[in-house]
């Protein structure tokens, strides 16, 4: 406590959600579904046409007060929404036990793919909103709050370069599976 009232403490949360959807796609043999993926593939809204996806929308909240002679985040709260899209044979009762067993493979690496993308994002904000919390600024707040959206746009671009380069390194690996 501080002589004349309490301390104020700050506070930064890195909150997220995950939904999951399906792509029906049609077919009882692997080049029946590949054919149906390609011809209804999943749209991601930056690369196009997906067999899988991972989207996300975020927003950051920020509040600032002068504490001690400086300008300081008194909360901050970054939501990432994210939406994972996999395909779903809606034929799979009509497919051999190979296909059904080659298909949940190649499912389970789409999968396993996407959430590598999620916990990319999720262990950089768990980076940045920490630090983001720590930043501090002169007396009045003027521009801090600017300064904290620079700040956490800046580490999110880098998070994007990790993504790009995590897809290049894996890219090959799924698109490599024996369903395909």
């Not at 054919?35 to 929308?57: F, V």
């Not at 950051?60 to 008194?74: D, E, H, I, P, Q």
């Not at 920490?130 to 746009?153: I, S």
């Amino acid at each position: 406590l501080a002589v004349g009232g309490p301390a104020t403490v700050a506070h930064a949360d890195l909150v997220y959600t995950t939904q999951y959807r399906e792509n029906r796609v049609r077919g009882t043999t692997p080049s029946e579904v590949w054919r149906s993926m390609n011809a209804h593939p999943i749209m991601d809204p930056d690369d196009g046409a997906a067999y899988a996806n991972l989207t996300h929308d975020h927003d950051l909240k920020v509040r600032v007060t002068t504490k001690g002679g400086a300008c300081r985040v008194s909360d901050l709260t970054f939501r990432w929404r994210f939406v994972l899209t996999l395909p779903k044979a809606v034929d799979y009762g009509g497919m051999s036990p190979s296909t059904k067993a080659s298909w949940n493979n190649f499912v389970a690496a789409l999968k396993r793919h996407e959430e590598t993308h999620r916990a990319i994002f999720i262990a950089c904000g768990n980076k940045f909103v920490p630090a983001a919390e720590k930043l501090t600024g002169p007396a009045g707040c003027f521009g801090m709050q600017r300064k904290v959206r620079r700040y956490v746009d800046q580490r999110y671009a880098s998070c994007m370069d990790e993504q790009r380069a995590f897809e290049r390194r894996d890219r090959s690996r799924i698109l490599g599976l024996p369903f395909i």
